[in-house]
């Protein structure tokens, strides 16, 4: 039985000026518990909004949702916004694709890390506070007090999104949203967070839903890809099988686009000057 | 650096001033409603170092007020007797902060003399001592009908940015009514429905009641727009999808970030709302005799003779200047300080 399961989903925004437009249009697909599903496509084609979709975090005015997303065979939709509390956070976790403004800038990270904790588990607050220092610990930080007391603008962009990340995964969820976790990262910090989320996912059964539009992250890491395309899944499988030979042309242009850079790359480094 | 420096400065005077107000039993030689009925009007006392026979006096000394024969209604001085200022006199009783009984003022001349560093009002009483007092009404009133008013601001703006819609509009049109409310006729009206004789702590309460409660709309709209920016603020929306309640959001990421808002209108409300009780008080709105405020200080001035004939009687209108100065000096160093700028 799956972790997961979308069905039909559209999103549409209705705003003040102009139609609606319909960002997510009828799109189905389902997470199995610890897979890393990777979901790819080009900037506005709607990924950002399955993912808050699916936490139902998008603004109630402005933006519709239908169709169905069971989480555990409860509709996620149909939730009252008490019940969708206890969720978010707990069962379910988000990681923003900018860490420098997901973070609260007047509050030590660790603390809001400990926050997490404690709204959804009835601890004292010095309990949720060793807590905290443990997920730090697990997201690859060795000085863990250091870290803790330190402010967000006190720590690099890589640093910070592993701080988000500790965020997410203080309650031990079931399934983590990651929306470009990386866009904002240089290519160390990006390795050094995709390693983190590997080795977590190994000790705790972790499913991940991975929005990336760089196909370098989802060949590492996604078992399965979703290829989205103004609003609707164009293509999936595996990725070794879509780089190859994919019959869709957006699939092939998403994921070439990114093999001719590669090659491109390749020749500039050949040409270089050695030393 | 200097900018600091004056700021501090201003600071200190100012919350000096205050506590001489807290304690106005020991800084003033008299007490509020003791009358010298034989000296109305009294021009203020003049502080002598040198006597009438070209003598130095270490201590300072005070000449008596006596009829001037030439021009009926006004005072010479009565250069036969020198008083000297004892520092620590004794005099009436007061008590130190309300509880503990004293007699110790801080300057005094021994009777029959008398000294009256801002004269007398019609009826011999110590100008400069009902200014004193005067103040502890007059900056209570202004302080916490302030402080009502931004409360209220602070539910009223919260709840208006936060939720939005309908809510929103509602509160906010119910801020413009209040806004656009003639309020001293609106005190006028409140104190008309009142019966004749309230007790003077009732009159007190309801005038902080209502200044109070009519100037909540301006902070409330201020609050609202930051409210507002705040909850779009990435971390904020990041909080929620970990599972934040909208009280947990309010208290711990928005509200932190209006309490520069708050403190600036604070220190500029404050002001304005000591004047409102000043006005209130000057048309007979407010504390009744003997008790004294800024105001009531001044509705004497509504007599044509004595704004003409004693202009010692304007000196507390004068006296508030510089504390209004001071609070605008403050908000202003405040402002600058929160200023998207600076930050």
Known sequence: ?275 | MNRRYTFWGVVILLAAFHLVILSAGFFSPYSYSEQHRDLPYAPPSRIHFIDSQGHFHVRPFVYGWKYDAHSPGSYVADLATPYPVHVFAFGSAYKIAGLIPSRIHLFGVDPPGSIFLMGTDGYGRDQFTRFLYGGQISLAAGLIAAALSLALGLVVGSIAGFYGGWLDNALMRGGDVFMALPWLYLLFAVRAALPLHVPQGQIFLLIVAVIGLIGWARPARLIRGVVLSAKERNFVLAARGFGASDFHLLRRHILPRTYNIVLTQMTLLIPQYILAEVTLSFLGLGIGQPLPSWGSLLSALQEYYVLASYWWMYLPAILLVPVFLAYSQIANALQELFSPVAL
């Open chain 1, 1 to 275: 039985m799956p972790l997961v399961e979308v069905r039909d989903l559209s999103v549409s925004y209705h705003l003040s000026s102009g139609d609606p437009f319909a960002a997510v249009q009828g799109v189905s697909f389902h997470i199995r518990p610890g897979e890393t599903l990777g979901l790819m496509g080009e900037s506005g084609c709607g990924k950002s909004s399955i993912a808050l979709a699916l936490m139902q975090l998008l603004p109630k005015r402005q933006a519709r949702v239908a169709g169905s997303v069971l989480f555990r065979g409860a509709n996620m939709l149909a939730l009252g916004e008490r019940d969708l509390q206890t969720i978010r956070g707990a069962a379910i976790s988000i990681v923003y694709q900018e860490p420098e403004i997901a973070l609260s800038p007047v509050m030590r990270v660790g603390d809001q890390v400990a926050e997490v904790i404690r709204a959804h588990r009835p601890l004292p607050w010095q309990q949720c506070r060793s807590c905290a220092r443990d997920v730090i610990g697990r997201v690859g930080f060795a000085q863990v007090e250091r870290i803790y007391k330190a402010y967000p603008h006190q720590l690099s962009g890589g640093q910070r999104q592993r701080i988000c990340l500790a965020q997410a995964l203080a309650c031990d969820p079931a399934l983590l949203i990651a929306d470009e976790p990386t866009a904002h990262l240089d290519a160390r910090s990006q390795s050094e967070l995709l390693d983190v989320l590997q080795s977590l996912k190994r000790d705790s059964g972790l499913a991940v839903l991975l929005i990336s539009h760089a196909p370098e992250v989802q060949e590492r890491m996604a078992e399965r890809l979703l290829v989205m395309s103004a609003g609707h899944i164009v293509d999936q499988g595996r990725f070794g099988q879509l780089a190859g030979n994919s019959h869709h042309p957006y699939t092939r242009a998403v994921l070439g686009s990114a093999m001719l850079r590669d090659r491109w790359t390749d020749r500039v480094l050949e040409e270089a000057p050695a030393g």
